[in-house]
């Protein structure tokens, strides 16, 4: 289980719960699919999915959980259609134009009667919390996505005291200064890509992929003071990523460092192989997490 894509939380209380006392927290809210009228329906399930029931997968301190969500699919041209019949009807037969207000009732009743021929689709969110450490991790490519999950985790234990990694800095200047003078720290590699935004409102954006990126034509945006909001990065021949402004991390790749070692383990099952991947993965992870946390937080004296 590699994830590949990171939104970062730190916990600003030490997580009590062990293993055990978590997954009867969890047992509160398991999946469900929908039912005949359900728009949606959400809860835990299974990390390891067919292969153990539990819904906390514990190696090496680590838990790893997953969220699932089910979501029923209507599509707005069948409702706008069968809408239009409707309302057609309705004023034909009564003389008159509906109001506002008996167009969105009509809508309502019509997309609670589809609802159970509607088409479902379902996807799982995977997380995990690092108690030693006090990070929870969300394999999550947006902020929505990580924060559904967070929501249900708080609805089961009563409370989730996590604030975003990036909350308090701002790695847009940290970055900048990076590109600008191409001063990366020594365990970091800036690789062949970069979002530069203008700081006033609605400023220009401009979007580069596989480019060098030390060429003049990049450091002409610089110096008319566009920022670095995203950069791809490499981290000690181990891992790379675009970072964001708000340490977001996306397109996360553990390199071959690391998929050797993975690859090394002598692991029997599919049990086995994910707790193997699962604990490299999460080495892995403990020692960059603090890493950008010192980086970003040091304005720029880290090295």
Known sequence: MWFKNLAVYRFTEAFELSPDELEQALQQHPFRPCGGHDEFSSGWTAPLGKA?????????????????????????????????????????????????????????????????????????????????GGWLVVDAASAKKAEDLLTLMRKCTGSLPVVPIGASLKPCVMM????????????????????????QEEGGIIRCKRHDLAVPEI?????????????ALNWADRISFLLDENLAIKRLKFLDLVQDQAADVDAEGDVERFDADFAIMTAELAQLLPRLLELFSTEGSAT
């Open 219 to 231: 450091k002409n945006h610089l110096d008319s003071g566009k920022l670095v909001i995203k950069l």
């Open 52 to 132: 153990s029931d539990a819904l906390v997968q514990a190696t090496h301190g680590f838990m790893m959980v997953c969220a699932k969500k089910e979501e029923k699919v209507i599509p707005a041209s069948v409702i706008n259609e069968l809408l239009d019949e409707r309302i057609s009807e309705m004023e034909e037969r009564e003389a008159r134009k509906l109001p506002q207000k008996e167009r969105a009732r009509l809508k309502d009743e019509l997309i609670f009667e589809l609802l159970p021929r509607a088409f479902s689709f379902s996807r799982k969110t995977y997380a995990y919390i690092d108690k030693q």
């Open 176 to 199: 900048t200064d990076w590109l600008t003078n191409q001063s990366a720290p020594g365990d970091i590699l800036i690789e062949d890509e970069c979002e530069l935004r203008s700081p």
